[in-house]
Every structure is written in C-alpha cells, then in structure tokens.
C-alpha cells in the first residue's frame, strides 16, 4: 500500500487511549503516516467515549467539525459511542454529518488491519477473546498498559456493558512482554488499566485474578527494574481491599502508594440503587486504615457520581462527610447522565439538571479542599521520584511562582509529571551541553518540593538522590 495520511482523534478513557496507539501503530506499518491536522489527512478516525451523555455529544460534534475541516477524507467512527449514534436521530433541520463507516467498538479491533474501504466491514468472526492490541510505544510519557476488557456487572446508571461487552482478560506473559519491552524503551511508569480490573480472570480461571496479576508482574519485573521504574492502577474497586489484595498491594515493590477507586458514592441507599450493593463506604475508610501502616503517605483518588434518581439531602450529606474523612487527593466528579438503554434511565425520582450541578459543584469543593491539604502535607516529603511528560503550556501562575523562588532559576525547559503518590508536578529540566531543551527527560527524577501551585507541586530536581 502507498503512503497515505491519517489523523486519530480520542476521547474518553485510559483503555480508549491505549488502543489508539495500537491503531496508530498498526496503520504505521500499514505505510500510513501521522499528520498534525485533520486538513492533511486521507483518513479520520474518531475513538468514541458514551460513559456520559456529553461524551456521546462530542463524538458527533467531532465527527461534523473532522467533515467539515475534510470534507474529501474518509472518516470512521468507532469506540463506545460507534453503535448509539447509529440510532441518534437529528432534530428536523439539524445540520448534520455522518462518517463514511461505523465500527462499534466490538469491532474495533478490525480496524487494525487498516481502514478498509466502503461503508461496512466485511464479514469477519465474532470475537471471543481478549482483542488483539499491543504497543511498542506511547504518545505520553507514562504509557498505558491494558489488560482487560468488557463488563458483566450492569450497574444501573452505564451503558458500557452493552458497548464494550462481556469481560476478556488478557494473558499475563503477553502482558509481561508488553511491560518488559516498554519499560526497557525507556518508560519509567505503567498503567495497569481494565475496563473492570475486578472481573480480571473470571472468563480463563486459569489466569487467576488481578492480584494474581499484579504479583506475577512485580514478582518478574522488580529484579530488573526496582528504583527506575514503577506500576500504577488504574481503578479498583473497595470491595477488591481486603485480604490479599491488601497484602498484595503493600508487597509489591514497583507498585506506587497511590490508588484510585470506583466509589461513586457513600450512601448506602443510593450505591443500592445504582447497583453497587456489593461494597460500602465503610469498606473504603477500614482499607485505607489499614494501608497506612505500610503507606503512611499515600495517594486516594476517586470517581464520584451525584445526583443520582432519588439520591435526598440525607445521601449527599452522606457524601460529603465521607469525602471529609477520607485523606483524598483529588477526585472525579460527574452529575448523573441519562443513558438510554440502562435501568436507571426509567427509575423515578429524576432530578432537575440544576440539583444535578448544584450538588456536584458542592462536592467538588469538598474535593479541591481536600487536594490542597494533600498538596500541602507533600511539602513535608525531603524527596519523591518524579515521572517526567510534556508540558505545552505553563500556567502564568506557577511562571510568578517559579520567579519568586530563586532554587528553580536556571536555564532548561518547563516540565510536568507525577510523583508517586500522583501529585501533579512541575520542575525546569536543565538541558545537556549540545542538547535542546524540549529533549523529553526520561526515568524517575529525584525531586524535592518547593511550594504549592494553582497546578500542583512546584519541585526541583536533584543531581543526587540525598
């Protein structure tokens, strides 16, 4: 096949964003070639995200601004939002666009073998297993490393089960091949990430579960990579901390101190309702109790939902005193979107679109207050290991910051990262004799904080780990 220019747009989740580079990757060999705008492009494609009404609204938006901006190209839709915007109907005289092909996301994996041609697939088997992407690279610093796929859980409130299908776990030594590869490329962070790290194992019982998981690959890799390198989760779930996977988590030496949990909420009632009975809020503040006496310091994420049908001022009180209690780092904060085709599409007790937002305003608040005591107890650390990415823009704030403080003047190039525990991070990378200063720096840095930003933690790196 000649050359021929291509353009990949995604949205939504980590898992969307690693199958993107297995797509690029698979389109490069294929003699395709990457280009900065979609105008330059033979072939768009749009990776759809449908977790959120809004998500499934810029999936069309991208797919009429992409015809507009290149109208000659042909243009693919896939991912979760491929297959409900198959049924969306305009409102009469919407202006309108359509992509020349639709790939649902259980097809996705079909497009690896190029962009095809026409207005449909052809005719290719079901498929059963663990869907065939890998990488070798990533266009980020710290690569995303998928390992699972699909849900069988239906919770009330997503749609993803009906997007991405049933649970496919993927096998552990191709999943430590991938590891193995990217963290000798130079990557200094992995991401282990699922759709629902919780079914991990359940449709091949011979791969055990995810913690099986996690120790097999801390147990293959820390001999080589212990200090340069180290995993991270994606998301778990309260019910998965305890027992083992409490001893697991604390065992691991690549693992960073850092989880991020899918609590969506505190109050009994509503986790019932959302169906999410199977854990409780209590389950959550006894785990993370019980972690400090390996963690002392840890980093706790979470992905909150409000404004659920018939969530009271009770439950979001519930909410709130938890998010109070709990030492969060940051959280992810959503009001409840109607989704067609789930079971809490046709529950009573909706509320009004500005409860919705009200209430979720109210609980990012509680969050950002609990961010910055997190950011400032981080100022206490004599040091952290700090995995470097690529920063486009600094913010005007921090430059007034970094002005103030005569420890980080100097000359080389404005970065950030994360440190262990996933505090954001921004530093100046000095540049080599002879080298550019937008040379990317590699491996975890030695760093020590400065002071407190608007965007984190101001550090400054150290020659020698002290």
């Not at 282990?192 to 919780?198: A, H, Q």
Request: proline share 8%; glycine share 8%.
């Amino acid at each position: 096949m000649s050359a021929w220019k291509f353009f990949i747009i995604t949205f939504g989740c980590k898992v969307n964003q690693y199958e993107s580079q297995s797509q690029r990757e698979a389109w490069q060999k294929l003699g395709g070639v990457e280009c900065d705008a979609p105008g330059q492009a033979d072939v768009l494609c749009v990776n759809s995200c449908a977790i959120t009404a809004r998500g499934e609204r810029d999936a069309r938006n991208a797919v009429f601004r992409l015809r507009r901006e290149a109208p000659a190209a042909r243009l693919i839709l896939t991912g979760c939002a491929a297959q409900l915007f198959a049924n969306f109907r305009p409102r009469p005289g919407a202006i309108w666009a359509e992509p020349d092909l639709l790939v649902p996301q259980e097809a996705k994996s079909s497009l690896l073998r190029g962009p095809w041609s026409g207005k449909s697939l052809p005719a290719l088997p079901p498929e059963t297993a663990f869907p065939p992407f890998q990488i070798r690279a990533f266009r980020r610093a710290r690569p995303v490393l998928k390992v699972q796929d699909g849900c069988a859980h239906r919770c009330t409130y997503c749609i993803v089960p009906l997007t991405r299908g049933k649970p496919r776990s993927r096998a552990p030594q191709e999943i430590l091949e991938e590891a193995r590869r990217l963290l000798r490329a130079g990557y200094a962070e992995l991401m282990l990430s699922g759709v629902n790290l919780r079914q991990y194992g359940r449709d091949v019982p011979g791969y055990g579960d995810f913690w099986s998981l996690l120790h097999f690959l801390d147990e293959n890799l820390a001999p080589e990579f212990e200090g340069r390198a180290r995993l991270r989760i994606s998301s778990l779930e309260p019910s998965q901390l305890a027992g083992r996977g409490l001893t697991t988590l604390t065992d691991c030496r690549l693992l960073c101190p850092h989880l991020h949990i899918s609590l969506q909420h505190a109050s009994p009632a509503v986790l019932k309702r959302m169906g999410r009975g199977h854990y409780t809020a209590a389950m959550l503040e006894e785990a993370v109790a019980a972690l400090a006496t390996r963690w002392p310091r840890m980093g706790l994420g979470a992905d909150i939902l409000v404004g659920f049908p018939g969530e009271t001022d009770k439950d979001l009180r519930l909410l709130l005193e938890l998010i109070e209690r709990l030492p969060l780092s940051y959280a992810h904060v959503f009001p409840y979107s109607r989704r067609p085709g789930t079971a809490a599409d046709s529950f009573t007790g909706h509320l009004p679109q500005a409860v919705k937002l009200g209430r979720a305003a109210l609980a990012r608040e509680a969050v950002a207050r609990r961010h910055q005591r997190f950011l400032l107890d981080q100022l206490d650390l004599p040091h952290m290991l700090v995995a470097p990415d690529t920063l486009k823009r600094l913010p005007s704030e921090t430059k007034r910051a970094a002005a103030e403080n005569a420890t980080v003047h100097g000359s080389g190039a404005w970065r950030k990262g994360v440190n262990e525990f996933y505090a954001p991070c921004l530093f100046r990378f000095p540049a080599a004799d002879g080298a550019s200063q937008a040379d990317r720096p590699t491996g975890l840095l030695p760093a020590r904080p400065v002071r407190v930003t608007e965007k984190g933690l101001l550090v400054e790196l150290k020659t020698t780990e002290a």
